[in-house]
C-alpha cells in the first residue's frame, strides 16, 4: 500500500481537525508521506470558492442549486489539481471532508433531490472515492454549542438545528451502506476520540494491505 485517500467527515465540532493531526502523526509513525486537504478548499480557485460559500451575503440569498454547484465545482478542483497528482506520487492524503459532505449537508441538510448530487458527482469525480472514511458522529446540539465555543459562525454553521439534525441522519444512514467507513462517537474526550480512530486505522490498515 503505497498510498491512499483517508477522509474525515462529520458535523460542526465533532473536533475533524484535532483528528486529523492525530493521523498525520499515526502516517509519520508509519513512515508515510502525506498531505492534509479541506473542502471546499485545498487549491487557489478552490479556496476563492469556499470563501463564497461561507460567507454570508447581505443583499441575495444562496440558492440551494448554486452552493450545491460550488461545492462540486470546488472539489473537482481539489481532486484533479491535488488529491490525485499526491496519490500518483505515492503519498497519502488525509481530506477534511469528501463528497460524503455534500450528500449530508446539500443532500440530507438543504434537502436537494440525491440523484442530483449523483449525476454531479458522476460529471465531476467519476468512480473517484475515498479509500477509507473515519464518521466523527455528534448530536447537533452539542456540535453547535462546541462551534460556537470556537467563535462567529458562518453561513453553513448558522443553518439551524433542525438542517444538522437532517444531514445528522443522512450521514448516518450513508455510512453503514460504505463497506470502508467507521464511526466513532465524538462526544467522547478527544483523548478517547482519537484513541478510537487510531485503533480503527490500525484495523483497517492490516484489512488493507492483505487485499
Not at 27 to 36: A, D, N, P, R, Y
Not at 42 to 56: F, Y
Given at each position: 500500500m503505497?498510498?491512499?485517500?483517508?477522509?474525515?467527515?462529520?458535523?460542526?465540532g465533532?473536533?475533524?481537525?484535532?483528528?486529523?493531526q492525530?493521523?498525520?502523526?499515526?502516517?509519520?509513525?508509519?513512515?508515510?508521506?502525506?498531505?492534509?486537504?479541506r473542502?471546499?478548499?485545498g487549491?487557489?480557485?478552490?479556496?476563492?470558492?469556499?470563501?463564497?460559500?461561507?460567507?454570508q451575503?447581505?443583499?441575495?440569498?444562496?440558492?440551494?442549486?448554486?452552493?450545491?454547484?460550488?461545492?462540486?465545482?470546488?472539489?473537482?478542483?481539489?481532486?484533479?489539481?491535488?488529491?490525485?497528482?499526491?496519490?500518483?506520487?505515492?503519498?497519502?492524503?488525509?481530506?477534511?471532508?469528501?463528497?460524503?459532505?455534500?450528500?449530508?449537508?446539500?443532500?440530507?441538510?438543504?434537502?436537494?433531490?440525491?440523484?442530483?448530487?449523483?449525476?454531479?458527482?458522476?460529471?465531476?469525480?467519476?468512480?473517484?472515492?475515498?479509500?477509507?472514511t473515519?464518521?466523527?458522529?455528534?448530536?447537533?446540539?452539542?456540535?453547535?454549542?462546541?462551534?460556537?465555543?470556537?467563535?462567529?459562525?458562518d453561513?453553513?454553521?448558522?443553518?439551524?438545528?433542525?438542517?444538522?439534525?437532517?444531514?445528522?441522519?443522512?450521514?448516518l444512514?450513508h455510512?453503514?451502506?460504505?463497506?470502508?467507513?467507521?464511526?466513532?462517537?465524538a462526544?467522547?474526550?478527544?483523548?478517547?476520540?482519537?484513541?478510537?480512530?487510531i485503533?480503527?486505522?490500525?484495523?483497517?490498515?492490516?484489512?488493507?494491505?492483505?487485499?
Amino acid at each position: 500500500m503505497t498510498s491512499a485517500f483517508i477522509v474525515v467527515e462529520g458535523l460542526e465540532g465533532a473536533g475533524k481537525s484535532s483528528v486529523i493531526q492525530a493521523i498525520g502523526r499515526f502516517l509519520s509513525e508509519q513512515g508515510k508521506s502525506f498531505i492534509c486537504t479541506r473542502e471546499p478548499g485545498g487549491t487557489p480557485m478552490a479556496e476563492a470558492i469556499r470563501e463564497c460559500v461561507k460567507q454570508q451575503w447581505e443583499s441575495e440569498e444562496v440558492t440551494e442549486q448554486t452552493e450545491l454547484l460550488l461545492m462540486y465545482a470546488a472539489r473537482s478542483q481539489l481532486v484533479h489539481n491535488r488529491i490525485k497528482p499526491a496519490l500518483l506520487a505515492g503519498k497519502y492524503v488525509i481530506g477534511d471532508r469528501h463528497d460524503l459532505s455534500s450528500v449530508a449537508y446539500q443532500g440530507g441538510g438543504r434537502q436537494v433531490d440525491l440523484s442530483k448530487l449523483a449525476q454531479l458527482k458522476q460529471i465531476t469525480l467519476g468512480d473517484f472515492a475515498p479509500d477509507f472514511t473515519l464518521y466523527l458522529d455528534i448530536e447537533p446540539s452539542l456540535g453547535l454549542q462546541r462551534a460556537r465555543g470556537r467563535g462567529e459562525l458562518d453561513r453553513i454553521e448558522l443553518a439551524g438545528l433542525a438542517f444538522f439534525e437532517r444531514a445528522r441522519a443522512c450521514y448516518l444512514a450513508h455510512v453503514k451502506e460504505m463497506p470502508n467507513a467507521v464511526t466513532i462517537d465524538a462526544s467522547q474526550s478527544m483523548t478517547e476520540v482519537e484513541n478510537a480512530v487510531i485503533k480503527a486505522l490500525r484495523h483497517w490498515f492490516k484489512t488493507w494491505s492483505s487485499q
